[in-house]
């Protein structure tokens, strides 16, 4: 959207002046008008004194002039409102098409910065938005990665300091140390949960680590210590937040979250069962061809249905792990429902500022990740985050998306497979609604 620059009164230079000098004069909201450069909207209003100068200027002329400029004005409002209401529309199910045609929606007005590595305001380069965990030498101190080993974590215990020598390497103000999680995204694996993560990253009271740490499932052996290694450093203002997706699914991993902090908060993305499971054997099926492993790789119609019984095969990992009533009944043995946000994943994908609005309330920051924070990227089909770069300065932003590996595209799916798969949802869905006291429209 251009907005036109307001042309002030000026005082006149030649008095055979025939052309007529604009005076905007500012509006009351919802009336046709021009934008000036802060946004107000101003009605064209010629000058009486001008027009009693004017002769040749009949009150027939300016009546058709004005009708033409206020029809021009109505026109240009039309394209702004169109254009800021990217995302307004609700989509569902696997629909890769566009929500916006129209050119993507920049606002100005995201407060939030670019986090330097560490969760200050600075500047990260590269594609990730906010604070990379910190990986490699120098920071492994004296007492090896083992000192705590595996023992369920104290109240209090959550700060655990760095070593001297990594405190003093990462953060010469040593204000910032490692902490444990306060929260955990604990999946969907393929429902959304990076964007997730990369979004609540935002917030200035909020640190995330960058790699999956997959700590309670495959590097529990390591020991604690190595668990907060793989945290990013943070601010005693700051939470930290990491996500594994593969939580979810796996038979031991609540019992020892449990151990490790009863009261920690607990975030499950969950995204409808059928776009989720093929989105997963998208996945699966192109790292298996990366790595040579199968080729041709079989349809997913081939994988979910059993060709002996022609029923879906539910041991098939990508269709099981979309049985969400069963793997949250295992978390519930060990935590309470109001331990536990459940994030609509199809939501984020289409109205992110929505799930974020209710991440922060439910980790008790401030709203900060609001709508003007998101921009529709036309060329990857989803939001990506549009925000000040502080290193640039004057007011720049800068446009931030999820990596190349979210949003693939999925192959059709037979109708019949599909109905099949409806059927068999159906009734884990239902107990899944019933768990947690809501309804998604998976139907
Ligand atoms: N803003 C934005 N940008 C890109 N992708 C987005 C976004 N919001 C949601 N999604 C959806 O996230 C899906 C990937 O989910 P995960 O991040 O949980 O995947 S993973 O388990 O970590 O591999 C990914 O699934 P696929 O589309 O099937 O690839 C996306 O649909």
Redesign the pocket.
């Known amino acids: 959207m251009h907005h036109q620059q307001p042309q002030r009164n000026q005082p006149q230079q030649h008095k055979k002046q025939t052309y007529v000098m604009m005076q905007y004069t500012p509006l009351a909201t919802g009336s046709a008008g021009q934008f000036d450069t802060y946004g107000r909207v101003h009605q064209f209003v010629p000058p009486p004194a001008i027009v009693a100068r004017c002769p040749k200027l009949t009150r027939y002329k300016m009546l058709g002039f004005l009708a033409v400029a206020m029809l021009s004005l109505v026109l240009l409002a039309f394209t702004a409102a169109r254009t800021s209401r990217v995302g307004d529309s609700v989509f569902r199910g696997d629909d890769?098409s566009l929500p916006n045609r129209g050119g993507a929606a920049v606002s100005p007005m995201c407060n939030l910065v670019v986090q330097d590595e560490a969760g200050a305001p600075g500047g990260a380069e590269g594609e990730v938005v906010g604070n990379a965990g910190l990986d490699g030498a120098g920071l492994q101190g004296p007492g090896g990665r083992d000192s705590i080993g595996t023992a369920p974590l104290n109240r209090g215990q959550n700060e655990v300091h760095v070593y001297p020598s990594e405190r003093y390497e990462t953060d010469p103000s040593r204000r910032r140390i490692k902490r444990f999680p306060t929260a955990i995204v604990i999946g969907?694996?393929?429902?959304?949960?990076?964007?997730v993560l990369r979004f609540v990253d935002l917030h200035p009271d909020v640190v995330t680590s960058k790699r999956?740490p997959h700590f309670f499932d495959r590097e529990y052996n390591q020991g604690l210590e190595w668990y907060r290694h793989e945290m990013p450093l943070s601010l005693p203002s700051q939470i930290t937040l990491e996500k594994t997706?593969n939580y979810l699914v796996d038979w031991d991993v609540p019992k020892r979250v449990y151990s490790f902090n009863e009261s920690i908060k607990l975030i499950l993305?969950v995204r409808e069962p059928i776009?989720r499971a093929?989105?997963d054997y998208?996945?699966l099926k192109e790292r298996a061809i990366k790595n040579g492993r199968a080729q041709p790789f079989p349809d997913f119609e081939e994988l979910a249905i059993d060709p002996s019984t022609g029923a879906v095969d539910k041991s098939y990992a990508p269709v099981k792990r979309s049985l969400y009533s069963r793997h949250l009944e295992r978390w519930l043995a060990f935590f309470n429902l109001s331990q536990i946000l459940v994030v609509d994943?199809d939501n984020?994908?289409y109205r992110?500022w929505e799930e974020m609005a209710k991440v922060e309330k439910f980790l008790g920051l401030s709203h900060q990740v609001k709508q003007d924070c998101f921009v529709f990227n036309e060329t990857?089909g989803?939001?990506?985050v549009n925000i000040r770069d502080q290193k640039k300065g004057n007011g720049a932003t800068v446009e931030k998306?999820?990596s190349e590996?979210?949003?693939?595209v999925?192959p059709p799916i037979d109708p019949v497979v599909r109905s099949k798969l409806k059927a068999f949802y159906r009734p884990f869905n239902k107990r899944f609604f019933y768990r947690i006291g809501r309804t998604f429209p998976w139907d």
Do not use: M, N, Y
Request: proline share 6%.
């Open positions: 890769h969907a694996r393929k429902a959304g949960t990076r964007a999956e997706p993305i776009s093929v989105s998208v996945q994943g984020i994908r992110p990857k989803f939001f990506c998306c999820l590996s979210k949003g693939r999925h």
